[in-house]
């Protein structure tokens, strides 16, 4: 089972290019995540969807942007990279339907995207 | 608002000693709470959550963590660590069926010592 995919692995930016980060999950989920993970902190949230052409601002939106053209993918676009973007990515999906059980609500993780900005 | 602190950024342990990792929260309404694993270069697992049920909480890989709402916490332990045991771990609150947004601790990476 794939799961949640996110591609690349890893990426170099200089400061000013822009670059896409793919997630794609073939779970048939519903909400999908992007979280940010800096050094010794949490995860932050970027940006989520509760469904195709629906996306909304997490915790630390600004200088990304997002896209949910079908339940599979949600990209997360960097559109003039700076340093204060260097980190790692997570993407993550959950499924959620009115009167489900409490089993679904659960966040599934892809491995990451190591990003540094130089 | 809701907040997690996840008391010790580092813990060391004994190979079949006791694993202890504190984890307490701020929430305006009743919680949902979470531990998921990170192991190195991957990403995170579920490994239990506490969603008002029962406050005695089972996970995998015989990790359990108990709901104190007199305490505000959700520690997790596991009676003897496993070489296997040793990654980061994250406690996390959302504010309750409904709402998936969830904030999440610092993390506390557990060593194992052989």
């Known amino acids: 089972n794939a799961g949640v995919t996110q591609t690349p692995k890893f990426r170099i930016l200089k400061i000013g290019q822009s670059m896409t980060l793919q997630c794609t999950q073939d779970?048939?989920?519903?909400?999908m995540y992007w979280y940010r993970q800096d050094p010794g902190m949490g995860l932050k949230l970027i940006y989520y969807s509760v469904g195709a052409g629906i996306t909304d601002k997490g915790e630390v939106p600004n200088g990304y942007n997002v896209s949910r053209s079908t339940t599979e993918d949600f990209p997360l676009r960097l559109e003039l990279a700076a340093p204060s973007q260097t980190s790692v990515y997570f993407c993550a999906s959950s499924f959620r339907s009115a009167g489900q059980g409490e089993d679904k609500n659960i966040q599934y993780f892809g491995a990451g995207t190591r990003l540094s900005v130089l | 608002a809701q907040s997690v602190t996840q008391l010790g950024s580092h813990v060391s342990v004994s190979e079949g000693a006791l694993v202890l990792l504190r984890c307490n929260y701020s929430s305006s309404v009743p919680p949902y709470l979470f531990w998921y694993v990170q192991y190195p270069n991957q990403g995170l697992q579920l490994l239990l959550k506490y969603t008002s049920a029962a406050t005695l909480v089972k996970g995998i890989n015989g990790f359990e963590a108990e709901f104190k709402k007199s305490e505000t916490s959700f520690h997790l332990t596991k009676p003897s660590a496993h070489m296997s045991d040793a990654a980061e771990y994250f406690c996390?609150?959302?504010?309750?069926?409904?709402?998936?947004?969830?904030?999440f601790g610092t993390g506390t990476r557990l060593t194992i010592i052989p």
């Open positions: 996390a609150v959302s504010r309750g069926f409904g709402n998936e947004k969830l904030t």
């Open positions: 779970m048939n989920h519903n909400y």
